[in-house]
């Protein structure tokens, strides 16, 4: 192939000015004048797309948003990740180690379109950003190296994003580079990934006169029939807004080849759609010509076969090389969905405090279905709950410290409208605050606005009251919070899973004056990442810092240190064991008299223990069951442990009996007993884990203003029933992590063999890696993959032999505390090929040698 002369000349800069008819993208740079506070409420909540760019680490997520940023007239030079300058890694940590950490939020203005994209981490230290940006997005993109193809992590976001229902769209990357396999790349994802590929673009590639390699230089955009050639050469037009664009429709003898490489790309398309959608198949049936069917029939039905997971578009570039961007933000529009269109929120109307549970990858609230609150869509308003077109819910899915704004608050806005400098009801404990200025961001550059409508994603600023995964309900008829009905009140959206820190280290203050400081410091990181933990050693002194991986808590520890300038010594990165009970305890009662005289606080309890997730557990499905927020843990109230005027109060809609509300009540048993588990069993004073708590009874006198007393009369009740069992009733607990190792054939044997005898890992598979599905049936995946249309593909020539030769997977599980250092040993084996993901699976019981070995740490 040979490039061939442009028939048209097109600028690829896009903005809410007039769009071409031919290819939708806009001719100027209007968006530069885009005003946040007036055009932001203009737009339309159907052109609104809440996205977010998902991929494996290194695979071109920053650069690509980066792009988008820039094409969209937002800002006017490109950032590169290597020098330290994009807008979304503003993190000193991120500019230095050229990775994203932190989730970042922009927003991107896009041809009568607004798009909130969600720019998230891709190492698996940061798993817990991830989670929590899909928790609040209606659609994704996937971003693959085309060099590496699928790869661990792309694999576990794409499963997080599934069990989600979030519709996907595949971008394979990097195109350019050497080594890059298109056609293998679709094939991995359809095998390994589980889904159907449609090729909504194929790579196009000319051959350099001298070289004579095949050299990447656009798309061939198979709906639109046109190929689009970026003139990377210019070195004037460098950042790839120039674009030379060739009618494919026609034949001609110049672009003969092209069409038909068009052409059985789109019959390929159009027969896959076929099955899913009736309306392509009579299109073509009229004129039995696959180029004839029209791009807006293909498109609708790419759009339902998208949003109704059927399937998946896949398109390709080269970010870094400025190529292909454009068409992947025009596909985000096309396909994914509009909050309209994606899957209604779950809203419960939930009194009890902490009552939640986690399946399958979501958050559940656990809840009898009268419960449940209402949802519907309104074409005008969008999610509108509980048939209360004036009822805004929001969910706080974000917390930063702002320079110069203090706290900032990331929600999304799933229902009414949220006004700034108004009153909101925090539905996790009942608090009424007082939130500042709305913002919407661009990295770390905040832009006011004046409100924040249905299906937005915003910022809340001015208070600190607000924790990752609250439910914030307002009223956008009356100012009055307290007007609005009980029910409404006490809506929740469903909260967001925190995943167990498996690493821990320790800090102490270098001086006694240094302690101030870096208490509050560490209180700031711990509200912008809920997947810190800090507890207290009572024996050492120490403060215990746990987290998700080494990095996480390196990255932490420069960020203390570094940024904000704490003075502390921080120790050796240690696997996080906890302890857990073998028996269980006697009933304890323990009571505290009011300060008054005028009664007492009383609880009674016992103490057990159980096996697995706490989800999952029979435990869990009883009626005033609460599984606790860490250490998988389980709070069961028998049905008549209340005192009966409150059981009364309960279950008439009367006047509430006390001054204290029945949520603070029950959120001081609730710290009382997570304070008495973490200071930890009898082995080593490590926090409880996977222990139920059952409270029999309790009670408090009718004039009580204070929960202090109950929180102290349970927290002492637990630790009672804990001392009370011999020392033989604890054991440790340490964490097992789900291992796949990917090897050569070569390798296999020496892997395995290490994997069993040095790791202490149960192999439960071996499999080939291009048959890994995650999804789905794999037979059926296997044989989808197979049949996958792939057009002509030079880069097959230029894989390495290394890369062509078969591959394995070993599938295990293994204790944390073994793969210590895997990374090195791995690449010692197999001399650099192999590599390795692992993710936490639940904690296991040590036998007494390894207890033995594990105190002797």
């Known amino acids: ?81 290597d020098e330290g300058d994009t807008v979304t890694d503003y993190l000193t940590e991120e500019k230095d180690r050229g990775i994203t950490i932190q989730s970042a939020a922009v927003t991107v203005p896009w041809n009568r379109h607004k798009i909130n994209v969600l720019d998230t981490p891709g190492h698996a230290d940061f798993a817990f950003e991830v989670i929590r940006s899909l928790r609040v997005l209606d659609g994704a993109v996937t971003i693959l190296d085309a060099v590496a193809g699928v790869e661990a992590q792309t694999e576990k976001v794409w499963r997080q994003a599934k069990d989600l229902g979030i519709p996907l769209i595949a971008y394979i990357n990097k195109m350019d580079r050497e080594g890059a396999g298109y ?82 790309a789109r019959q390929a398309l159009i027969e896959q759609l076929g099955d899913y959608d009736e309306h392509v198949i009579d299109s073509f049936l009229e004129t039995e010509d696959y180029m004839q069917v029209s791009s807006s029939i293909i498109k609708d039905a790419l759009r339902r076969a998208t949003i109704g997971r059927y399937a998946t578009p896949i398109l390709c570039g080269s970010s870094f090389k400025n190529i292909g961007v454009q068409p992947l933000m025009d596909a985000i529009i096309d396909y994914l969905p509009s909050p309209l269109e994606a899957n209604p929120p779950e809203v419960v109307s939930s009194p009890l405090f902490g009552s939640i549970k986690h399946r399958k990858g979501r958050t559940q609230e656990k809840q009898d279905d009268h419960s449940t609150l209402p949802v519907s869509m309104d074409p005008q308003l969008g999610c509108v709950i509980n048939n209360d077109k004036h009822l805004t819910a929001s969910l706080a899915f974000k917390v930063i410290s702002h320079p110069n704004r203090g706290l900032m608050t990331f929600v999304r806005v799933y229902s009414g409208k949220l006004q700034p400098n108004s009153t909101v009801i925090n539905t996790r404990n009942g608090d009424k605050i007082k939130i500042g200025k709305l913002l919407i961001m661009n990295g770390d550059i905040p832009q006011e606005v004046k409100s924040l409508t249905a299906g937005n994603i915003g910022v809340i600023t001015g208070t600190d009251e607000i924790s990752t995964g609250d439910t914030l309900i307002s009223h956008s008829a009356s100012k009055n919070v307290n ?39 560490l209180q700031v990181l711990l509200r912008e990442d809920p997947s810190l933990r800090l507890t207290f050693d009572d024996e050492s002194g120490q403060m215990i810092l746990s987290g998700m991986g080494e990095l996480h808590l390196e990255i932490t520890r420069d960020r203390l240190i ?49 096996e697995g997730p706490a989800e999952d557990t029979d435990l869990a499905d009883k009626e005033n069951a609460q599984l606790l927020e860490y250490d998988n843990n389980i709070v069961v109230f028998d049905k008549h442990a209340a005192p009966e005027f409150i059981r009364k109060a309960l279950n008439i809609d009367s006047e509430w009996p006390l001054p204290i509300s029945y949520e603070h009540i029950i959120g001081a048993m609730i710290s009382g007993i997570t304070g008495a588990l973490q200071v930890g069993g009898q082995v080593a004073r490590l926090p409880l884990h996977s222990v139920v708590v059952k409270i029999k009874k309790w009670s408090l006198p009718v004039e009580a203003t204070s ?139 040590a036998t007494s040698d390894r207890v033995k070995q594990i105190l002797d740490e």
């Open 707 to 845: 929960t202090a007393p109950l929180l102290q009369s349970t927290r002492l009740a637990v630790r009672e029933a804990l001392e009370s069992l011999p020392p033989n009733a604890s054991t440790i607990l340490e964490p097992l992590m789900k291992v796949s190792v990917f090897v050569n054939d070569e390798d296999l044997g020496v892997v395995t063999q290490d994997l069993m005898s040095a790791r202490n890992a149960k192999i439960t598979d071996i499999d080939e890696q291009d048959n890994l599905s995650t999804g789905g049936d794999a037979l059926w995946a296997r044989g989808q993959a197979e049949k996958t249309y792939i057009p002509y593909d030079p880069t097959l020539q230029y894989i390495k032999q290394s890369q062509s030769g078969g591959k394995k997977v070993i599938k295990g599980e293994a204790p944390l505390r073994d793969m210590i250092g895997y990374l090195s040993k791995i690449r010692s084996l197999t001399k650099g090929s192999g590599f390795y993901s692992m993710e936490y699976c639940g904690m296991q019981r």
């Open 183 to 264: 056609g293998r790349s679709v094939r991995e994802i359809v095998g390994r990934l589980g889904t159907r590929a449609l090729l909504v673009n194929i790579p196009y590639f000319v051959e350099d006169p001298i070289t004579k390699q095949m050299i990447f230089k656009g798309v061939i955009d198979v709906v639109e029939r046109k190929l689009l050639s970026w003139e990377t050469s210019d070195r004037s037009n460098e950042d790839g807004r120039k674009v030379s664009v060739i009618d494919l429709d026609l034949e001609t003898d110049q672009n003969a080849e092209l069409r038909k490489e068009c052409k059985d």
């Open 562 to 610: 570094t940024d904000m300038k704490v003075n502390a010594d921080i120790g050796k990165v240690r696997v996080t064991y906890k302890e857990t009970i073998t028996q269980q305890t006697e009933h304890v009662t323990k009571s505290i008299a009011s300060p008054d005289n005028s009664g007492s606080f009383s609880v009674t309890l016992s103490v057990d223990s159980f």
């Open 483 to 521: 007007k609005i009905p009980k029910r409404e009140a006490s809506a929740r959206l469903l909260p967001i899973a925190i995943p167990p820190p498996v690493f821990s280290v320790s800090i102490e203050p270098t001086t006694v004056a240094d302690r101030r400081k870096l208490e509050s410091s």
């Open 1 to 81: 192939m040979f490039i061939r002369k442009a028939g048209l000349v097109r600028s690829f800069l896009g903005s809410f000015s007039s769009i071409s008819t031919q290819l939708r993208y806009a001719s100027s740079s209007a968006a530069s004048s885009f005003d946040y506070q007036a055009d932001l409420p203009k737009i339309p909540i159907e052109n609104i797309r809440n996205i977010g760019i998902i991929a494996h680490i290194d695979a071109g997520k920053t650069t690509t948003t980066e792009r988008m940023l820039f094409y969209s007239g937002l800002i006017s030079r490109i950032g590169n990740v």
